[in-house]
């Protein structure tokens, strides 16, 4: 009886290997999600940690390949590791090289593309991950990185633990290599559903729109309240946004990654948009390197599919000093306006309170880039750097020369800030309309009504852009 019970386990042992052997540790099919076809890529990690060998690689491509021809977007479950060393010491077979790249540099903008890391998800899937336009991690659980743990202490003589090296505390948080963290792996699949909803199947068909929802609601009759007009206060701009938006539509991307800025999908009057705003909960909303990132990244993604971008707009400038210059805060930035000079839907600009410098011009403040209308709450404060700052650079000898230097400062402060009125803004054609907070929501939906989903490019004849990162 034992010799026979061992018989029968080794026989269905044999058999699952086998069974698994062939599949490779790659799962490929299709789906609906929300009664729309997409195209599933799972790893299994009980075959081989879910590194990829010849065959589990080629199914990858395969569904890469079946995503673009069919027009649906792409769901990847990523649980493994990289290319299988055992079998990638093989010059007759890595010297092919893998042209899955090259289909992801191409489906990129055609179809949504997402990846859940749900458990390891060193090398390969890491790479996966960053071709794709929406990334969750599983808190705990997932991983991402280059290498993993035993290979950087191969590699590198570095000792570090699984998470430390690339749990979502570091890819989510800190680095934004991915875009949202989430406890568990069901709420990583509802989030997959809730940003696709966003977004058309593919560039070519329409975003797929709600119930309009009414466009006058109690919400709006305390936002003049949430904004205080004293630009020393701080407020959280999300509230706002949740006013804005259709009651309960909003899907943060990235909300703990540069929480000076907030991106986030949402409803208007049922259609999808995006909104970018700056949080001066924050570093007072000032633009730093991982948000011009945040919003460069957003900013492609509802170009690519078809969301009209709502600029909300309350910042101070860009950041400064030596340890902005480290973090090369020129590209970083010249990425935010590269990727609003390339969009070609409908955009709107609404300045809340502060619209400095250069920092007002990257948010698509005034005419900078052709907004399809740009707005202004009577809190708003146009101009080219702060009052209090300009006085001190551009009045330092007058003000040190006086008798009162104070009371010096106070008159030149007071004197800019009676020429910076929205007001002024809209008599020099800077902006078209000073509009209440309460009546926000309605322009914003007349607008969007009357623009045209797409707007000609007007490129001159080249072959393609050079991206400053």
Same mark, same amino acid.
């Given at each position: 009886?034992?010799?026979?019970?061992?018989?029968?386990?080794?026989?269905?042992?044999?058999?699952?290997?086998?069974?698994?052997?062939?599949?490779?540790?790659?799962?490929?099919?299709?789906?609906?999600?929300?009664?729309?076809?997409?195209?599933?890529?799972?790893?299994?990690?009980?075959?081989?940690?879910?590194?990829?060998?010849?065959?589990?690689?080629?199914?990858?491509?395969?569904?890469?390949?079946?995503?673009?021809?069919?027009?649906?977007?792409?769901?990847?479950?990523?649980?493994?590791?990289?290319?299988?060393?055992?079998?990638?010491?093989?010059?007759?077979?890595?010297?092919? *090289?893998?042209?899955?790249?090259?289909?992801?540099?191409?489906?990129?903008?055609?179809?949504?593309?997402?990846?859940?890391?749900?458990?390891?998800?060193?090398?390969?899937?890491?790479?996966?991950?960053?071709?794709?336009?929406?990334?969750?991690?599983?808190?705990?659980?997932?991983?991402?990185?280059?290498?993993?743990?035993?290979?950087?202490?191969? *590699?590198?003589?570095?000792?570090?633990?699984?998470?430390?090296?690339?749990?979502?505390?570091?890819?989510?948080?800190?680095?934004?290599?991915?875009?949202?963290?989430?406890?568990?792996?069901?709420?990583?699949?509802?989030?997959?559903?809730?940003?696709?909803?966003?977004?058309?199947?593919?560039?070519?068909?329409?975003?797929?729109?709600?119930?309009?929802?009414?466009?006058?609601?109690?919400?709006?009759?305390?936002?003049?309240?949430?904004?205080?007009?004293?630009?020393?206060?701080?407020?959280?701009?999300?509230?706002?946004?949740?006013?804005?938006?259709?009651?309960?539509?909003?899907?943060?991307?990235?909300?703990?990654?540069?929480?000076?800025?907030?991106?986030?999908?949402?409803?208007?009057?049922?259609?999808?948009?995006?909104?970018?705003?700056?949080?001066?909960?924050?570093?007072?909303?000032?633009?730093?390197?991982?948000?011009?990132?945040?919003?460069?990244?957003?900013?492609?993604?509802?170009?690519?599919?078809?969301?009209?971008?709502?600029?909300?707009?309350?910042?101070? *400038?860009?950041?400064?000093?030596?340890?902005?210059?480290?973090?090369?805060?020129?590209?970083?930035?010249?990425?935010?306006?590269?990727?609003?000079?390339?969009?070609?839907?409908?955009?709107?600009?609404?300045?809340?309170?502060?619209?400095?410098?250069?920092?007002?011009?990257?948010?698509?403040?005034?005419?900078?880039?052709?907004?399809?209308?740009?707005?202004?709450?009577?809190?708003?404060?146009?101009?080219?750097?702060?009052?209090?700052?300009?006085?001190?650079?551009?009045?330092?000898?007058?003000?040190?020369?006086?008798?009162?230097?104070?009371?010096?400062?106070?008159?030149?402060?007071?004197?800019?800030?009676?020429?910076?009125?929205?007001?002024?803004?809209?008599?020099?054609?800077?902006?078209?309309?000073?509009?209440?907070?309460?009546?926000?929501?309605?322009?914003?939906?007349?607008?969007?009504?009357?623009?045209?989903?797409?707007?000609?490019?007007?490129?001159?004849?080249?072959?393609?852009?050079?991206?400053?990162?």
């Amino acid at each position: 009886m034992a010799a026979s019970a061992r018989s029968a386990r080794w026989s269905a042992t044999t058999a699952a290997a086998a069974w698994n052997g062939l599949a490779d540790g790659v799962v490929i099919g299709t789906a609906q999600i929300d009664s729309r076809p997409v195209v599933i890529v799972s790893q299994d990690f009980t075959v081989h940690g879910g590194s990829s060998g010849k065959l589990g690689s080629a199914k990858i491509r395969r569904a890469v390949q079946q995503a673009m021809r069919d027009g649906t977007p792409l769901v990847m479950l990523l649980d493994g590791g990289g290319h299988r060393i055992q079998d990638g010491q093989d010059s007759r077979h890595f010297a092919n *090289g893998s042209p899955t790249f090259h289909d992801f540099a191409r489906i990129s903008g055609w179809v949504p593309v997402v990846s859940v890391m749900m458990g390891a998800g060193f090398a390969g899937p890491t790479n996966y991950a960053g071709m794709s336009d929406f990334v969750i991690m599983v808190r705990g659980q997932a991983c991402m990185g280059l290498a993993g743990p035993a290979l950087v202490k191969a *590699g590198t003589g570095e000792d570090i633990d699984i998470q430390s090296l690339g749990g979502a505390e570091v890819q989510v948080d800190k680095y934004g290599l991915a875009h949202l963290g989430v406890d568990t792996e069901a709420e990583a699949l509802d989030a997959v559903k809730r940003y696709l909803g966003f977004l058309p199947s593919n560039a070519r068909q329409p975003v797929p729109s709600a119930a309009a929802c009414p466009l006058d609601d109690e919400r709006q009759q305390d936002l003049h309240e949430l904004v205080p007009a004293d630009t020393r206060k701080a407020y959280n701009v999300r509230k706002v946004i949740q006013r804005l938006a259709d009651p309960d539509s909003l899907l943060e991307i990235q909300p703990t990654f540069a929480k000076n800025a907030v991106t986030a999908f949402a409803r208007l009057g049922g259609r999808p948009v995006g909104f970018i705003a700056n949080q001066p909960m924050h570093l007072g909303g000032m633009l730093t390197s991982p948000a011009c990132e945040k919003i460069a990244h957003f900013a492609a993604i509802c170009d690519a599919y078809g969301l009209p971008l709502i600029y909300l707009i309350d910042v101070p *400038g860009f950041s400064i000093g030596s340890s902005a210059e480290r973090s090369l805060l020129g590209r970083r930035s010249a990425r935010m306006v590269y990727e609003l000079g390339h969009a070609t839907v409908p955009r709107v600009s609404v300045v809340l309170r502060k619209g400095y410098g250069l920092g007002y011009i990257a948010m698509c403040g005034g005419r900078s880039f052709d907004a399809d209308a740009c707005l202004a709450w009577p809190t708003s404060e146009i101009c080219a750097m702060s009052l209090e700052g300009a006085a001190n650079v551009a009045y330092r000898k007058d003000i040190e020369r006086a008798d009162d230097p104070d009371e010096k400062r106070r008159e030149i402060v007071a004197d800019m800030r009676s020429r910076i009125s929205p007001l002024r803004g809209a008599e020099g054609f800077g902006i078209d309309d000073i509009v209440a907070p309460e009546d926000t929501r309605r322009r914003l939906f007349e607008i969007l009504e009357r623009a045209p989903l797409r707007r000609e490019n007007f490129m001159p004849p080249k072959v393609r852009s050079i991206s400053p990162i």
